[in-house]
């Protein structure tokens, strides 16, 4: 059975510094992965998509790295801002996607 | 493009009553999906659908019913509530290769529900 796990479960970091969030999974056979965002009380923003047969994606000051044969994903984020402050999910597709518990980033100004 | 709409967006039944989550969407998408999202639970995929008069079951779909009768509309009905059935409900969309859906998957806002 899949599982997916994010870790750390939260995280307060200082504006301005660059962070890494983690997603590890048990099996690398998936279509692609995905990263969203959810502010409180609101519904999922997709962030990016990697497919399986790519590396990583970018998009602003965002970039995610995938390595399925270690079944790890990473989602970096650059020069961080208070308004990058909410959970963040990690979704790996094997037909349907499974969901990590997901990580909760405090950018304090 | 309204992308994906749910309504309502919160909602207060009784143990025993019957209800039905509405999902829509606009971009002409082939896959919906029904997920609710629990504390300590993470989001769990109830139904989905991969085109108009097909469904199949997710990792939790007891006590929950859909259809698809029209490519925008995925209706979600809960035919008995119980308080095992408080949680938020998601519906999301996407456009299928294949019998699967490996592009982007768009989420609704989400409805609260709570089963008293």
């Known amino acids: 059975k899949q599982e997916v796990t994010q870790i750390p479960a939260a995280l307060s970091v200082p504006e301005g510094e660059n962070l890494v969030l983690n997603c590890s999974f048990t099996?690398?056979?998936?279509?692609?992965l995905q990263w969203f965002r959810q502010d409180p009380g609101k519904g999922l923003t997709s962030l990016l998509l990697?497919?399986?047969?790519?590396r990583e994606q970018t998009s602003g000051r965002l970039n995610a790295s995938l390595d399925k044969s270690s079944g790890r994903s990473t989602l970096y984020i650059a020069a961080s801002q208070p308004g990058d402050s909410a959970t963040y999910l990690c979704a790996v597709n094997r037909g349907k996607l499974i969901f990590g518990q997901g990580t909760e980033l405090s950018v304090k100004p | 493009n309204a992308g994906v709409t749910q309504t309502p967006k919160f909602q207060v039944l009784k143990t025993g009553q019957s209800m039905t989550l509405q999902c829509a969407q606009d971009m002409n998408h082939e896959y919906m999906s029904w997920y609710r999202q629990d504390p300590g639970m993470g989001l769990r995929l109830i139904h989905y659908?991969?085109?108009?008069?097909?469904?199949d079951q997710g990792e939790v779909p007891n006590g929950y019913n859909v259809s698809r009768s029209t490519t925008e509309d995925f209706p979600l009905r809960l035919l008995s509530a119980a308080p095992s059935q408080t949680s938020v409900y998601f519906c999301?969309?996407?456009?299928?290769?294949?019998?699967?859906?490996?592009?982007?998957?768009?989420f609704g806002p989400g409805t609260r529900l709570t089963v008293l």
């Open positions: 099996d690398s056979a998936i279509y692609n």
């Open positions: 990697i497919q399986s047969s790519q």
């Open positions: 999301a969309s996407s456009a299928p290769r294949g019998k699967v859906s490996t592009d982007t998957q768009y």
């Open positions: 659908s991969v085109g108009a008069g097909i469904t």
